[in-house]
């Protein structure tokens, strides 16, 4: 494994110039924009003073939607029941979506000294975070019973055994088809796809010149990558490998590529999305005949479309592959050298990490009420059953048949991040030979490995 640095896994060098190195890396895997403001940071992310900030894109906010004021008044009474028997108070900063997602404000904030004490992490952006230093080791607040409770959720946010962010959620990706569209084509359940040529024969023949067959995620990012890896995946297909080496440029990861390229090239998927970008508005405007999705979805259909008809099924896959699906969901964490590291662990602990009842209460209101996911704890997955969180088709569907096949989200900082995501654009919509993109890829991510310092990469 990747492992250099310390015995702690922290980079071998100094604080301030790896907090720098590491938070200043966002430059190459955002907008041109993000680069000089995060430059200049002098690398403290260091804050002072006043109440604890907890940033986040949930709250507290009014909205036309039900489903976003609920999620806001999650976080509100959440915090609320903090401030009311806590010494240390916080405060909810809320950020819109597309600022905290694809901005340069929250990188930027940590690295010139005023980042936040709490605040959301996805796993694909944890090592930018905690090689950054600036992740609060959150076990010594933890009962080991909490700590197993978790079980595998918590491996992409350990290093050397230490936890440093606590999930609140388990996203599992599959495809979401349209059951109308599918009936009108003569096709019935017993022709859902089990392979990719399968999946590609019905995209096909189901896409018209204002429906596309199939989606597969076009702007570049985390998120984008993110959708893909399963398709590599499937096929034996790595970044890295079990001893962390560069594996990238490989046949599973051709296939993959090839997959989406074909699906563009043959016009089955949109070279961009949808003009109703938005699940719901894509599907009930006719626009779209099956699309990769998230299990997030099922409470967004069930706010805005609840008589709407629609399916999932697992993602298909290549011949002599096995199924294999991608598990998001975002993450609590503390802000090590924030205005109060240990006040901001114990929080985060306090609200989803805790044997008590009132903590793994949350997390089933958060799951199966608030939202639709599967919960990352065993306790709150068996309440939440109990309640019938899981009964419906779709959720038991995603419980049982789609989650347990999945891989958690990688956790590769931006350079690496940034060279896969250039494969995925040069190959689905520039026109690119997989071949050669793959092994471009491959190149820079052996480069970057050979002179990177910190935590393990796998």
């Given at each position: 494994m990747l492992q250099h640095g310390n015995e702690a896994g922290r980079p071998a060098t100094s604080p301030g110039t790896s907090r720098r190195r590491f938070l200043t890396a966002a430059a190459g895997a955002g907008s041109a924009v993000a680069a000089p403001a995060l430059l200049t940071g002098c690398g403290t992310a260091r804050a002072k003073g006043g109440n604890l900030q907890f940033w986040n894109f949930y709250g507290p906010q009014r909205s036309p939607d039900p489903a976003v004021n609920a999620q806001s008044k999650w976080f509100v009474d959440m915090v609320d029941r903090w401030n009311a028997t806590h010494k240390a108070r916080i405060d909810l900063v809320y950020l819109p979506q597309a600022t905290y997602l694809n901005g340069f404000k929250l990188p930027a904030a940590f690295a010139t000294g005023e980042g936040p004490d709490i605040f959301l992490l996805s796993p694909g952006d944890f090592l930018r975070y905690y090689n950054g230093g600036v992740l609060a080791d959150l076990t010594p607040h933890m009962e080991k019973a909490a700590i197993g409770d978790f079980g595998s959720a918590l491996d992409s946010r350990k290093v050397d055994g230490k936890v440093y962010a606590l999930p609140m959620e388990i996203e599992p990706l599959a495809m979401f088809y349209a059951q109308d569209v599918w009936e009108k084509a003569g096709l019935s359940e017993a022709d859902i796809p089990t392979t990719w040529d399968q999946m590609l024969d019905i995209g096909d023949k189901?896409?018209?010149?204002?429906?596309?067959?199939?989606?597969?995620?076009?702007?570049?990012?985390?998120?984008?990558?993110?959708?893909?890896?399963?398709?590599?995946?499937?096929?034996?297909?790595?970044?890295?490998?079990?001893?962390?080496?560069?594996?990238?440029?490989?046949?599973?990861?051709?296939?993959?590529?090839?997959?989406?390229?074909?699906?563009?090239?043959?016009?089955?998927?949109?070279?961009?999305?949808?003009?109703?970008?938005?699940?719901?508005?894509?599907?009930?405007?006719?626009?779209?005949?099956?699309?990769?999705?998230?299990?997030?979805?099922?409470?967004?259909?069930?706010?805005?479309?609840?008589?709407?008809?629609?399916?999932?099924?697992?993602?298909?896959?290549?011949?002599?592959?096995?199924?294999?699906?991608?598990?998001?969901?975002?993450?609590?964490?503390?802000?090590?050298?924030?205005?109060?590291?240990?006040?901001?662990?114990?929080?985060?602990?306090?609200?989803?990490?805790?044997?008590?009842?009132?903590?793994?209460?949350?997390?089933?209101?958060?799951?199966?009420?608030?939202?639709s996911d599967v919960a990352p704890r065993d306790s709150a997955l068996d309440r939440g059953s109990a309640k019938g969180g899981y009964d419906s088709a779709i959720m038991k569907k995603f419980k049982d048949e789609i989650f347990p096949g999945g891989r958690a989200e990688p956790r590769y900082p931006p350079v690496v991040y940034k060279a896969i995501s250039d494969a995925i654009q040069g190959t689905m919509l520039a026109g690119h030979g997989v071949a050669s993109d793959a092994g471009r890829a491959a190149r820079s991510i052996e480069a970057y490995t050979k002179s990177y310092q910190g935590a393990s990469l796998i």
């Amino acid at each position: 494994m990747l492992q250099h640095g310390n015995e702690a896994g922290r980079p071998a060098t100094s604080p301030g110039t790896s907090r720098r190195r590491f938070l200043t890396a966002a430059a190459g895997a955002g907008s041109a924009v993000a680069a000089p403001a995060l430059l200049t940071g002098c690398g403290t992310a260091r804050a002072k003073g006043g109440n604890l900030q907890f940033w986040n894109f949930y709250g507290p906010q009014r909205s036309p939607d039900p489903a976003v004021n609920a999620q806001s008044k999650w976080f509100v009474d959440m915090v609320d029941r903090w401030n009311a028997t806590h010494k240390a108070r916080i405060d909810l900063v809320y950020l819109p979506q597309a600022t905290y997602l694809n901005g340069f404000k929250l990188p930027a904030a940590f690295a010139t000294g005023e980042g936040p004490d709490i605040f959301l992490l996805s796993p694909g952006d944890f090592l930018r975070y905690y090689n950054g230093g600036v992740l609060a080791d959150l076990t010594p607040h933890m009962e080991k019973a909490a700590i197993g409770d978790f079980g595998s959720a918590l491996d992409s946010r350990k290093v050397d055994g230490k936890v440093y962010a606590l999930p609140m959620e388990i996203e599992p990706l599959a495809m979401f088809y349209a059951q109308d569209v599918w009936e009108k084509a003569g096709l019935s359940e017993a022709d859902i796809p089990t392979t990719w040529d399968q999946m590609l024969d019905i995209g096909d023949k189901l896409r018209t010149k204002t429906r596309a067959g199939l989606v597969f995620e076009t702007r570049p990012g985390y998120y984008q990558n993110f959708t893909w890896y399963p398709w590599m995946w499937q096929g034996g297909g790595e970044v890295l490998d079990e001893h962390g080496e560069v594996a990238f440029d490989s046949k599973a990861t051709r296939q993959a590529l090839g997959l989406w390229q074909d699906a563009v090239r043959h016009g089955i998927a949109p070279r961009t999305m949808p003009a109703a970008a938005d699940v719901i508005g894509g599907f009930k405007g006719g626009n779209v005949a099956m699309w990769q999705q998230g299990i997030w979805n099922v409470s967004s259909f069930k706010a805005f479309a609840p008589k709407y008809r629609y399916g999932v099924f697992k993602l298909p896959t290549p011949p002599g592959g096995r199924y294999v699906t991608a598990l998001g969901g975002w993450s609590f964490c503390a802000n090590a050298q924030g205005r109060n590291a240990e006040a901001a662990a114990e929080f985060c602990v306090w609200a989803l990490g805790s044997m008590k009842d009132d903590s793994i209460d949350r997390m089933v209101e958060w799951c199966v009420g608030t939202k639709s996911d599967v919960a990352p704890r065993d306790s709150a997955l068996d309440r939440g059953s109990a309640k019938g969180g899981y009964d419906s088709a779709i959720m038991k569907k995603f419980k049982d048949e789609i989650f347990p096949g999945g891989r958690a989200e990688p956790r590769y900082p931006p350079v690496v991040y940034k060279a896969i995501s250039d494969a995925i654009q040069g190959t689905m919509l520039a026109g690119h030979g997989v071949a050669s993109d793959a092994g471009r890829a491959a190149r820079s991510i052996e480069a970057y490995t050979k002179s990177y310092q910190g935590a393990s990469l796998i």
